[in-house]
């Protein structure tokens, strides 16, 4: 079973992370477009970009997360892979854990490195940075396991993808509320309730998406 | 192999609003083997997913005892692999005592990518996957499709050589499937 486990990841890493499924850095190159655009369109006023900024990353960082949610579950349930784990005695339930924990690498640290130049484009200070990196890293856990359970409930739907991204932003929005909230002076707080929500999340997410894929066997 | 048995009790089956079949029950022990035949459409392949344990029956149990391995029309082999790390990704899984894919006459393609496979060259990995995780049930759904005649000769030879190794084997196929003391299900006969 472990080895199992430890096989899926490989596999996953090699298909989420390293791209074999093509277009992994896809969501950074538009992470960074976004940190790039918004200084031109809202003019170089550093007091003004230092404020948003912070806000900005975030949007675009929840963005960003979005755009995979379509290779995520539903090839491996058009390519047979989930019945064929179930046959194994391999639950639902631990193969999307193990797919949330892939999905999580391929885009959080990638997008807590590239907030560095984010930061850079958008004049944050060194505290403001900080916070961010902190926030980010309390909440892409929870974006990655909501990208897993929304994509696995919109898997095989006529219009899934944009469906997902649709259902994730509502979802999404009490880890935004509370990540660029721990930016706002004596809002440091955010970051544990940001990470509070990643943990509801990820609690959620292996039995929610585990169900959702049994029910759309058919 | 360990004694295996697949039983089925007063099986119903619906799919949307149309009931397929009902009252269906089976009963099969070590060594035995079972085609399942009917028309388009008459639920064969959801009875292989429902005694795969997939799908949930409408009505009905199913008692399996033994692991259920499938071959169906989705291989569960990455399309964009070379076919043998595709096939490896299950060895490390299933970890089998022999590697089938020389016996299914794959060796000469492993290095290519399964995409780039014919839908029979597909079907043989997939029956090479099956024979590595080693179940003892076997589940196929249409093994013949794609597969050329002596594939198709090869594919019965190793259901026999399953069957005789204290193995079951549901075949759910419109075309004749030559096993030695075959029994036969006409799901017609169970249609609501």
Known sequence: ?218 | MQACRLIAHDLACRRGDRLLFRGLSLSLSAGEALQVAGANGVGKSSLIRILAGLLGPYAGTVERSGMAGLVDDRHALDPQLPLGRALAFWQRIDRPAEHAASRLGLQDLLDVPVRYLSTGQKKRAALARLIGQGAPIWLLDEPLNGLDTDAARLAETLAAEHCAGGGICVVASHQPFALPALKRLDLAGFAA
């Open chain 1, 1 to 218: 079973m472990n080895g199992a486990l430890v096989t899926l990841l490989r596999r996953d890493i090699a298909m989420l992370v390293l791209g074999r499924r093509s277009g992994a850095v896809l969501p950074i190159l538009f992470f960074l477009s976004v940190a790039m655009l918004f200084p031109f369109a809202i003019g170089p006023d550093p007091a003004l970009l230092a404020r948003t900024g912070g806000g900005v990353i975030w949007v675009a960082a929840l963005l960003a997360a979005i755009l995979p949610l379509d290779r995520l579950v539903e090839p491996d349930i058009e390519l047979g892979f989930f019945d064929q784990w179930a046959l194994r005695e391999l639950s639902e339930e631990w193969t999307v854990a193990v797919r949330v924990l892939a999905h999580w690498l391929s885009f959080g640290p990638p997008l807590m490195l590239a907030s560095l130049p984010a930061a850079a484009l958008l004049g944050l200070d060194g505290q403001a940075l900080r916070t961010v990196e902190l926030g980010l890293l309390a909440g892409t856990p929870g974006l990655a396991a909501l990208g897993v359970t929304v994509a696995a409930l919109t898997a095989g739907l006529r219009g899934g993808t944009a469906l997902a991204g649709l259902l994730v932003i509502p979802l999404a929005v009490p880890l935004l509320v509370f990540g660029a909230g721990s930016l706002a002076p004596g809002g440091e707080s955010g970051i544990a309730l940001t990470g509070a929500v990643s943990l509801v999340l990820l609690a959620v997410a292996p039995f929610a998406a585990g169900a959702a894929i049994r029910s759309a066997r058919g």
